[in-house]
């Protein structure tokens, strides 16, 4: 009898050390999920009024056409994909640019931007982070006739210009530019053709 019920107590113990792996499994799915839904949100909040407008006009998925210039007049091009989204209460909006350069390695990059109104300086400020190289840049700017227009500074006095050019609905043209003498020139070191999801696929359908 007693041989019986440690057989049982071991079969039992066995089926436990069988189901145990994928409920820890679908509580770190529920905890990943958890966390994903606490930040984003459906809308901005109502206390950015018309400066939700600002990003809130590109919300939803890009296809992107990615091309880099170095300084030596190389010209990096990759394909990939923006994702633009409400977070943090609608007080923010993040951006997630995912790319795979032609003719690499195959390896997906990955960068994001949280962007949000500060109603001090009456700017939009961007905390760009590029955890795969350890760069961190912080930008503020706003509108500027029919373009969006944020800059930031870095430590070797240049200024860097990143801008959203050429908007419609379902395309815009994103920038990224350097000075080296305050602002009085400035050179192309990026520029991102971007098609919204949809409208893309709509195209690529029509006969």
């Not at 990615?66 to 409400?86: H, L, M, P, S």
């Not at 939009?124 to 795969?132: E, I, K, L, S």
């Not at 003498?181 to 006969?207: C, F, I, V, Y």
């Amino acid at each position: 009898m007693r041989v019986a019920v440690t057989s049982l107590g071991w079969t039992i113990l066995c089926a436990l050390w069988a189901i145990e792996p994928s409920e820890q499994g679908g509580r770190a799915g529920d905890s990943q999920r958890d966390m994903i839904a606490a930040l984003e949100a459906a809308s901005p909040h109502p206390s950015l009024g018309e400066q939700a407008r600002v990003f809130g006009q590109f919300i939803g998925t890009w296809e992107c056409d990615y091309a880099n210039f170095a300084e030596d007049g190389t010209i990096t091009r990759g394909k990939g994909e923006v994702t633009f989204g409400w977070v943090l209460d609608g007080h923010a909006v993040q951006d997630v640019w995912t790319w795979t350069a032609e003719g690499g390695s195959g390896a997906r990059e990955v960068v994001t931007d949280i962007r949000f109104f500060d109603s001090k300086s009456a700017k939009w400020r961007a905390v760009w982070v590029d955890p795969a190289s350890s760069r961190v840049k912080t930008a503020s700017g706003g509108v500027i006739g029919d373009r969006i227009v944020l800059e930031s500074t870095a430590d070797d006095g240049s200024r860097d210009r990143w801008s959203f050019n050429d908007i419609t609905r379902d395309s815009f043209v994103w920038r990224g530019e350097k000075s080296r003498d305050s602002g009085k020139t400035w050179q192309l070191w990026a520029e991102h053709h971007l098609k919204r999801e949809d409208a893309a696929a709509s195209a690529k359908n029509k006969p």
